[in-house]
């Protein structure tokens, strides 16, 4: 397996001199893509990245604001740029669609996680990292405690895994049966899904990108066997709540509660976005594998 090429900062907290900066694609500039570029464009330097490209599917929102040299108009020309590592922040399809390519080019960050519940997209870009040697990073988000429960379920310990989610309904972006519901907890929570993550990921791809990191972070249970609860709450008016309740041989047991700022109707959580930063931060190249970052 390939040693990760970690970057090393001098005393001043710069890149060494003989070090060559990792090149980021940004594929998505909503939300998450235009908090990146802006956080590469402040900071990228002192820690060795620099942007390669940004793409989105609407070319105008980025006119005026990304240089013009770092636009990529067709996504399929990516390879042009040279980029170490492509982040995904636009949508599940586009993981399922460009995934396998950008992993045989570079290590690619999979910022929407619900797309790897299509069984044929996650084994797919597995065996594209293995072949390629590049990584697949799996950013935490708002999971706590996600390389824990990958140590578990290495140490082939782990034997349930449930990921509650708890939101204002306003927060939820979902459509048909689960909308219906979430329109309905004006007053009292009400519990939209209880099941397997697989089936809940294309009901609510937007919303349960973190259960989804808990499936990658777990593959002995993976999509089937980690449960996913999600809830609307009009009790949570400025932040989500996500609970990890994991149990392990011999009664080992572990429940976590964790509490997200987010604006009233934000479908991601104020702390998600230096979350994000930091998982960019650590994909340095960690070999042929998945890697939760
Ligand atoms: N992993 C996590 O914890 C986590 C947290 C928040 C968001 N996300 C996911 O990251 C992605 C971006 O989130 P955001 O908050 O920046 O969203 P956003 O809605 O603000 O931005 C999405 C961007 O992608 C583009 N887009 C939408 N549908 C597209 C499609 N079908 N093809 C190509 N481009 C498309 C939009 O034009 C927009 O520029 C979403 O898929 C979201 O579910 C993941």
Redesign the pocket.
Known sequence: MEAPKYIQLNRTGRMSGDQRRRRVGIV??????QYLVKRLQDDGLRHGLELAFVW???AR?LVGIVPEELQLGKLTDFLERRADVIIE??????VQDHGESFLKAADFMV????ALADLDTELKLRKAAREAGHTLYI?S??LWGGQDIQRLDDGGLLQALTVTMVKHPSSFRVGGHLGELAKGAQQERVVLYDGPVRRLCPLA??NV??MA?ACMAAPSLGFDGVKGCLIADPNLPDYHVVEIDATGQGGFSVSTKRKNPAACGA??GAA?FAA?WSSLLVCQGHGGRVYLC
């Open positions: 998505g500039y909503g939300h998450l893509g989105n599917r609407d929102k922040v636009a949508h599940p399809c586009i910022g929407s996680p619900t950013p988000g708002a791809p937007n990108n973190t990191a479908v991601t998600t994000f």
